[in-house]
């Protein structure tokens, strides 16, 4: 009975990998792990699978799930647990995970030459960590409404309104809200307790080590 339960299961895991994507299938082969299948209350909402992201393109031509490399998805999940225990209507919604360096690429053409070039890194200089399944960008949701909650930005917004350094300042000016300076801290705390470190120009993007930790120890998504 055992064996028949494994069988299953197997034949089930061998049918749901050949549905996915060429990008998808790709993915998996390099070791990256579909956050979807590890705790299935983490939304995904690719915003690089649409056209309104800063690039104005559709970048995953293909692609529709999340991957992380599997000891950031661990930790995503965590995340996920903490956020729960503390607001029990609140859930994750990741915007962006492990992404090829081909795709990196693409972004850096966009941003070359300008004053945003700060938001994107280089393929040039190894690109960044999102490139090794080692970052992700999320933002937190209602989970019966799936409305997201006020962060004072949009996700991808590049500017020094997104940044987590001068948040006191930001609502003193009257350019971001107490309650969504209050949201990004809940967002980092959950972060941070499950292993991850923000990044101080995108209140989104959260990294699990780091870039030279990436370069010596893992190898880029091709």
């Given at each position: 009975?055992?064996?028949?339960?494994?069988?299953?299961?197997?034949?089930?895991?061998?049918?749901?990998?050949?549905?996915?994507?060429?990008?998808?299938?790709?993915?998996?082969?390099?070791?990256?792990?579909?956050?979807?299948?590890?705790?299935?209350?983490?939304?995904?909402?690719?915003?690089?699978?649409?056209?309104?992201?800063?690039?104005?393109?559709?970048?995953y031509k293909d692609l529709k799930?999340?991957?992380?490399?599997?000891?950031?998805?661990?930790?995503?999940?965590?995340?996920?647990?903490?956020?729960?225990?503390?607001?029990?209507?609140?859930?994750?919604?990741?915007?962006?995970?492990?992404?090829?360096?081909?795709?990196?690429?693409?972004?850096?053409?966009?941003?070359?030459?300008?004053?945003?070039?700060?938001?994107?890194?280089?393929?040039?200089?190894?690109?960044?960590?999102?490139?090794?399944?080692?970052?992700?960008?999320?933002?937190?949701?209602?989970?019966?409404?799936?409305?997201?909650?006020?962060?004072?930005?949009?996700?991808?917004?590049?500017?020094?309104?997104?940044?987590?350094?001068?948040?006191?300042?930001?609502?003193?000016?009257?350019?971001i809200s107490a309650s969504a300076?209050k949201n990004r801290e809940l967002?980092?705390?959950?972060?941070?307790?499950?292993?991850?470190?923000?990044?101080?120009?995108?209140?989104?993007?959260?990294?699990?080590?780091?870039?030279?930790?990436?370069?010596?120890?893992?190898?880029?998504?091709?």
């Amino acid at each position: 009975m055992r064996k028949s339960i494994l069988g299953i299961c197997l034949l089930a895991s061998m049918m749901s990998f050949a549905q996915k994507s060429a990008t998808a299938q790709d993915m998996e082969a390099q070791g990256f792990v579909d956050i979807a299948e590890l705790d299935s209350t983490i939304q995904v909402d690719l915003m690089y699978s649409r056209a309104d992201n800063f690039t104005g393109k559709v970048l995953y031509k293909d692609l529709k799930e999340a991957y992380l490399h599997p000891m950031a998805a661990e930790a995503l999940v965590k995340a996920q647990k903490i956020l729960k225990g503390l607001r029990p209507d609140l859930c994750l919604r990741v915007y962006d995970a492990a992404r090829p360096m081909s795709i990196q690429q693409v972004m850096w053409n966009v941003v070359a030459g300008t004053n945003q070039s700060i938001y994107v890194s280089n393929p040039n200089n190894g690109g960044g960590l999102h490139n090794y399944g080692m970052a992700v960008d999320l933002t937190l949701c209602d989970e019966a409404t799936g409305d997201t909650l006020d962060m004072g930005t949009k996700i991808d917004f590049m500017g020094a309104y997104a940044h987590i350094d001068n948040e006191k300042q930001l609502v003193s000016g009257h350019i971001i809200s107490a309650s969504a300076k209050k949201n990004r801290e809940l967002l980092r705390n959950v972060m941070q307790q499950a292993g991850y470190k923000p990044l101080r120009t995108e209140w989104w993007h959260f990294n699990f080590i780091t870039r030279a930790e990436a370069k010596a120890h893992y190898k880029v998504i091709k």
